[in-house]
Every structure is written in structure tokens, then in C-alpha cells.
């Protein structure tokens, strides 16, 4: 479904991605995990075409989306749910809803863009419970609801996240986990970047490690997870 080949991505003289390719298969949860400053945050914000590359090419479904632009992206169906949530906290957790389907204005939508809530509502009910509040005022594990169901009213076919569990306490990330994985159930298609390699690598199929911008190690994330080395390396075990 998703496929990068060979990305190379600068910032100024400083290369961040050496020649990145990653696959992603329609139906699946790849999880990438690699230690900071390894060039996680990178390749996510360049798929989504929020970094331009400097060479290689992001594909989605066949159809190509290197530098299409974060609007024409997210309009072929790839979201990405950014690094620290980054909700609009002076604004409503209904209103940062809405705005997450903003590709899907008018009168024509409505009835899509209300059942998007609905299954938003369904999939975190305190998100309902607190519509009216501030976004600000909700803890950071209802922020990262949040920014998921921010996410999800823009209907994405491919569901790309940002370190979703960092400084939440052990149950939230759980939960979330857990919803990714009921999403995905039902037909979403999921990268992951996590800090929490562990726990990612234990809901996803496939797993990549990314280091110092070049990718190192690939496979079933089974497999990675039983690797003494990747153990060691990255999983502080
Ligand atoms: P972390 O887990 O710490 O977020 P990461 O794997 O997501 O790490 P990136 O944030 O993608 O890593 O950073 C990759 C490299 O690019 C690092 O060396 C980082 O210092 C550098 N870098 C990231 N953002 C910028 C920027 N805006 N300007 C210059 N260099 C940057």
C-alpha cells in the first residue's frame, strides 16, 4: 500500500535519511523503532509531505506522492497523527474535530463526516463525554485521543503515528494500543513510530529499525522481537 524508496532528506548540509525504503502492506501495522535522533520523526514528516526530499520517491496505492504537499496527501487518504499531539488547545475537542475533516466541508459530507464522529465517539467515549471542553484542559492521554480521532474525521485509508504513547502512563498506552489495533482490525492500514518498541512491535506484523538516518534491520516483528541483538540495541533487553 505504502512504499518508500531510497529517500534521502536534508536538513540545510545535514543529511537526516541516507536512502530510506520501507514497505508498507494494505491491511497491516509496521512498527518503526530506532533510537532518537535516528531519523524516525523525519521519514514520518516527509511521507506525509511535510519535508521535501532531496531524492527517492513516497508511493501510496501505485500512485505517486513525493512532495505532492501535505493537503494533496492527506486528500489521497494518509494522515499523520504529529510528534506531541499538537491539538489546538484554545479551541473545543469538537472543534479540533472538525477540523480534522476539513477536506470534507459542506453539505454534501455531512452525513460522512457525522458518522466519522460517530465512530470517533465510539472508539474513545470520553472524547464525547468532554466535546465542549477546551482542548488544553484535557490530560495528555486525552490529547493523544484527541489528536487519533483529529486524525481519523479525515477518513485516511493509511494511519501514520508519531510516537502516540510518549509520557503517558503505562495503561494509557495500552489503550491506545489497543485501539490501533481495533482500527486495524477493521480495515485501517498503520505505521507506527514508537519509543515504546517493545509494546509496538507486539501489535504489528512487520518491524523496522532505523539508524542514524539508514535502515538496519527488517522483517516479521515477531522475529525482531526474539533477535538478541535488536534486543539488546533497541530494546533495553
Ligand atoms: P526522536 O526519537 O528523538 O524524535 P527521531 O528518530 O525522530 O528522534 P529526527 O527527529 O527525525 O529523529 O532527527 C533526525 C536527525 O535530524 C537528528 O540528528 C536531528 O538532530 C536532526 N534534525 C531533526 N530536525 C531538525 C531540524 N529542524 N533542523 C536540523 N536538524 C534536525
Avoid at 505517486?64 to 487518504?77: C, D, F, K, P, Q
Amino acid at each position: 500500500m505504502l512504499e518508500v524508496r531510497d529517500l534521502h532528506v536534508y536538513y540545510g548540509a545535514v543529511q537526516a535519511l541516507k536512502g530510506v525504503s520501507l514497505e508498507v502492506p494494505k491491511g497491516s501495522i509496521v512498527t518503526l523503532v530506532g533510537s532518537n535522533g535516528a531519523g524516525k520523526s523525519t521519514l514520518l514528516k516527509s511521507i506525509a509531505g511535510l519535508l521535501p526530499s532531496r531524492s527517492g520517491s513516497v508511493w501510496l496505492d501505485g500512485k505517486e506522492l513525493t512532495n505532492l504537499g501535505a493537503e494533496g496527501i492527506v486528500a489521497r487518504g494518509l494522515c499523520l497523527v504529529p510528534e506531541g499531539r499538537q491539538v489546538f488547545g484554545t479551541l473545543r475537542v469538537i472543534d479540533n474535530l472538525n477540523l480534522g475533516a476539513f477536506l470534507l466541508r459542506g453539505a454534501k459530507h455531512l452525513a460522512k463526516r457525522q458518522e466519522l464522529l460517530e465512530y470517533v465517539f465510539n472508539l474513545f467515549p470520553i472524547l464525547k463525554e468532554r466535546q465542549e471542553q477546551y482542548a488544553g484542559t484535557l490530560s495528555g492521554g486525552q490529547q493523544q485521543m484527541l489528536a487519533i480521532g483529529r486524525a481519523i474525521m479525515a477518513n485516511p485509508r493509511l494511519l501514520v503515528l508519531d510516537e502516540p504513547s510518549m509520557g503517558l502512563a503505562p495503561l494509557i498506552v495500552r489503550e491506545i494500543l489497543r485501539v490501533l489495533k481495533a482500527m486495524n482490525q477493521q480495515g485501517l492500514t498503520i505505521l507506527l513510530v514508537e519509543q515504546n518498541a517493545r509494546a509496538a512491535l507486539k501489535v504489528a506484523s512487520q518491524g523496522y529499525v532505523l539508524e542514524t538516518g539508514s535502515m538496519v534491520a527488517q522483517g516479521e516483528a515477531q522475529a525482531l522481537l526474539s533477535d538478541q541483538n535488536i534486543l539488546k540495541a533497541y530494546l533495553g533487553g
